[in-house]
């Protein structure tokens, strides 16, 4: 198992138990290691500093005692944002019907790189709709995806939130 994935393992029961989930953990850096997580409430309300910084002391009490990286390291807490990454199968449904753009490991179709419109996901295959055309991307082929800040975006972020304000 590479670090990331070591890390996301050691730190999601205390991240969950939380009431929060892991969108993604980034390890880059030689000299010095920067350790970024991204996370969600799960509750789906808005990411706040103050949940950061809560998350940030947790999650640095568990690397401090598991210690899966040598040496010094910048640890990060952030929201994924509005525009957030695509990492896992189900964010590619989740977020059907928004545009978004993905990069493939391998050529797909003569290309690696897809901006289009989510349809959903279908036996491990992501499907988008680029210029006209359903295409098809297996998801162990992406190699990074993200969600494109359009205006439709922006309206369903606001009203998940007004939502979630009125509860």
Do not use: N
Not at 13 to 35: A, H, I
Not at 92 to 119: N, P, Y
Not at 140 to 154: C, S, Y
């Amino acid at each position: 198992m590479d670090l990331p994935g070591r890390i996301e393992e050691l730190i999601t029961p205390t991240v969950e138990g939380m009431g929060f989930s892991v969108v993604r953990v980034q390890v880059s850096g030689q000299q010095r290691v920067r350790l970024q997580i991204m996370a969600e409430r799960h509750d789906g309300k808005a990411m706040l500093v103050d949940d950061c910084a809560v998350l940030s002391r947790a999650i640095s009490a568990v690397l401090d005692v598991e210690d899966p990286i040598p040496g010094a390291f910048t640890l990060e807490v952030s929201s994924p944002g509005i525009d957030r990454p695509l990492v896992r199968l189900d964010d590619f449904e989740r977020f059907a019907g928004f545009e978004a753009r993905v990069e493939t490991a391998r050529l797909i179709d003569g290309r690696r790189r897809f901006k289009g419109r989510l349809l959903g996901v279908t036996d491990q295959v992501v499907r988008l709709h680029v210029e006209g055309v359903a295409v098809e991307l297996p998801f162990l082929d992406i190699r990074r995806a993200k969600l494109i800040l359009t205006d439709e975006l922006l309206a369903a972020a606001e009203e998940q939130q007004s939502k979630h304000q009125r509860i």
